[in-house]
Structure formats: structure tokens, C-alpha cells
């Protein structure tokens, strides 16, 4: 036998080998090492940047009494009083150990080698993995020059092997916000063979924008169409982990069996009930970022920049120099922002909302950095 290396046997198939691992924002205490830096702000992760609800922060205390309990594989609490508020049936609803895990699901229930999965270009990077991961062709819509989705060109590429659509409203990294009339028109254009994802992360934040999409309707009526949304950006859950999909009943079924049956952790549970009844917290939240989502859109006019009108709590601004380096600058002034290769804006950075405060800084640093 020949000598090789140790475990050099265990190999992968190339889809695997393929795919590349998530490269998250750093966090405040990698830059403060990296940098020396005290008193950074993060606003690379569109995190609530309030914290969580205090409802939930005392649902979690009380659930830490039960940790060696496991937790209700079923979600039932959480699903009836979900089922309630968007008028579904609870059998219509998947939890998910956030919704990330929800687009893994439906990647790995749905998904057969060569089917293909049609996405816009930027999007969300999960929907891309969610196709390598499963040997599925990537159908690649770039955005319009102004960063929308070409929906007309999208359909043009629907086809009897198209499974999954995957569509972010409002789309991360732009912000940028489906109208209506549009979806509408590309779900009547859906063939049978295909399920469009609707991902709503940052539903809340865009819930009140004149021609937002109703898109929990096409559900009710039985469309193939699933919509996800998430605890962890609204409301403020992001390190527990929880997010669901809504959809109809014979696709539930089917993510029922593919998922493991304890994605969803117990303090995680808890949480998410106590911030759905946290309305307050919600409406300051939602309300709060929209003023200063405006104030900030102004600011970086004003410095002669341009922006994307957001529906979510980001901004996608094009700095009109390396995007790169404009965010390293602002990482050294201690204000951490996101940049990526992958978000295919090279002179972009996106900027989460965060508080006043903190905003006020990022608008300070941005200045000094562009002059
Ligand atoms: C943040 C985000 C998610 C993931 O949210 P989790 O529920 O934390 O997994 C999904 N989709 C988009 C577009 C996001 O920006």
C-alpha cells in the first residue's frame, strides 16, 4: 500500500470542495486586539443594536431553571402564537436554528443533483451554498444597475429544472425593497416544478413601506411559494439562533422530516415568544431606525456619495473609491463596517443602523475618511 498522508483518504466530492465557509464581520474584540482600539461600535452584522427585549432577557432567565429538560421538539407554543398573528395554520410553520437553517432544509429536502436554483447577484450568501452543498446548478440574474432585482430576466430563466427561487425582500446587502405589483407578477409566472423562497429578515423594518408584498398571502392560497423571516434582526435575538418559514402544508411536511428534530434550543423558544408579545419594543425599534435610516441617507448624499433606498436596517453605499479600503479606514478610526468581495460592489460598503449615537460616529469617521 502506498504511504499517504494521514486521512488522506477521506475525501469529499467536488461539490464539497466547492463550497467555501462563511466569512462572518469581525467582532468588536478581534479589531480591538488587531487594532488596539478601545470603544468600537459594530455595525457590520444589521444586529438590533438596542439589545434584546427585556421580556425576552427575563423569559431566558426563567428557562435556565429547565436547561436539563430538552426542549419542545414541536415549537408549540411559539407555533400557535405565530400560527395566530399571520392567520396560518400551525402546520404551516418550520422553525429553524435561525433562518439560515431554514434555507439549509430547504436546499437539502428539495434539492437533486442538476436541478437549479435561480438567484439574483448580489444576494444573500446562504442561497448560494444551499445549492453547491446539494450539487444543484446555479442560475446566476445580476441586479440591475440600480440594484434591484430583474425580475423579467429572472423569469425568463425559469425552467421545467428550476426548484428553488430564492428572492431576499428586502435584498441584503442593498436594502433595496420588491414591489408588490412586480412579485406578483413573477409568482403568477412561477412553473409547478419550482418553490419560490421569499426571505423577509428584514420584514419588520420594511412591513410599513408603501407597496410592500403581502407575501404570507400566496401561502394562504396555497402557492408555492415559502416566506422566512428571523428573530435576529428586528427582534434582537441574533445569538440564539431562532428564525421560521411559512409555507404551505405539504412542504412543511416535508422539511417536518428533514430537519434534526431539536434545531430549535429552549431559551431560544422562550425568547422568541416573550419578543413577539414585546410590541413596544418592536415599534421603537422599527420606528427609530426608520428616522435615523433617513437621517443617514441624507448625510451620505449631503457628502456626495449615493446610497440605495433601504427598506431594511442597512445601507448599501457606494463610497466612489475602493470599498475596501474605506472600510479598513473606518475599521481604524473604530468603526466597523462590512465589506465584501462577494456583494460584487467594489466601491460598496453596507452599513447597519444602529443607534443615534452610534450612527452619529459612523457619519463623523465617514467624513474624515472621504476627505
Ligand atoms: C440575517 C439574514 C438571514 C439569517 O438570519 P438568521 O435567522 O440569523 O439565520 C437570512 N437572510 C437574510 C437576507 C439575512 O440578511
Known amino acids: 500500500m502506498n504511504k499517504t498522508e494521514p486521512l488522506a483518504l477521506l475525501t469529499v466530492s467536488p461539490n ?14 478581534e479589531v480591538q486586539k488587531e487594532f488596539g482600539l478601545d470603544n468600537l461600535i459594530k455595525l457590520a452584522s444589521n444586529e438590533n443594536p438596542f439589545g434584546p427585549s427585556p421580556r425576552a432577557v427575563e423569559a431566558v432567565t426563567s428557562m435556565a431553571k429547565r436547561l436539563h429538560l430538552y426542549p419542545d421538539a414541536s415549537a408549540n407554543l411559539l407555533r400557535d402564537a405565530l400560527a395566530k398573528k399571520l392567520n ?3 402546520n404551516c410553520l418550520v422553525f429553524g436554528n435561525g433562518s439560515d437553517d431554514i434555507i439549509h432544509l430547504l436546499g ?27 450539487n444543484a446548478s446555479l442560475v446566476e440574474v445580476p441586479l440591475t444597475p440600480s440594484w434591484e432585482y430583474n425580475l423579467d430576466a429572472m423569469a425568463e430563466k425559469l425552467t421545467e429544472r428550476t426548484r428553488l427561487v430564492f428572492l431576499a425582500n428586502p435584498n441584503n446587502p442593498t436594502g433595496v425593497m420588491l414591489q408588490s405589483s412586480h412579485l406578483e407578477n413573477f409568482v403568477q409566472k412561477l412553473p409547478e416544478n419550482a418553490l419560490l423562497v421569499l ?27 415559502a416566506v422566512l ?6 427582534y434582537g435575538l441574533a445569538g440564539l439562533r431562532i428564525g421560521y418559514g411559512v409555507m404551505p402544508k405539504r412542504i412543511a411536511h416535508w422539511l417536518e422530516r428533514t430537519r434534526e428534530p431539536f434545531n430549535v434550543n429552549s431559551l431560544a423558544q422562550a425568547a422568541a415568544a416573550a419578543a413577539l408579545n414585546d410590541t413596544e419594543y418592536l415599534s421603537h425599534t422599527v420606528q427609530t431606525t426608520a428616522a435615523e435610516r433617513s437621517m443617514m441617507t441624507n448625510e451620505v448624499l449631503a457628502m456626495g456619495l449615493s446610497c440605495t433606498p ?30 465584501s468581495n462577494g456583494f460584487h460592489g467594489p466601491t460598496h460598503i453596507r452599513v447597519s443602523i444602529g443607534t443615534p449615537q452610534e450612527n452619529q460616529r459612523f457619519l463623523q469617521a465617514l467624513r474624515t475618511v472621504i476627505a
Not at 420584514?203 to 411559494?225: C, H, L, S
Not at 442597512?314 to 465589506?339: C, E, H, P, S
Request: hydrophobic share 40%; glycine share 4%.
Open 16 to 29: 464539497i470542495e466547492r463550497l467555501q465557509p462563511y466569512v462572518p464581520g469581525k467582532s468588536a474584540e
Open 88 to 90: 396560518v395554520s400551525s
Open 108 to 134: 437539502i429536502t428539495f434539492l437533486q443533483p442538476d436541478d437549479e436554483v435561480l438567484v439574483g447577484v448580489p444576494s444573500f450568501v446562504r442561497y448560494f451554498a444551499a445549492a453547491d452543498l446539494n
Open 199 to 225: 426571505d423577509e429578515a428584514y420584514y419588520e423594518f420594511a412591513a410599513d413601506t408603501p407597496g410592500y408584498p403581502n407575501a404570507i398571502q400566496w401561502v394562504q392560497q396555497n402557492r408555492n411559494v
Open 229 to 234: 423571516r428571523t428573530f435576529s434582526k428586528a
Open 310 to 339: 433601504s427598506a431594511a436596517n442597512f445601507l448599501w453605499i457606494d463610497t466612489k473609491r475602493d470599498g475596501n479600503m474605506v472600510a479598513n479606514a473606518l475599521m481604524r478610526q473604530g468603526v466597523i463596517v462590512r465589506y
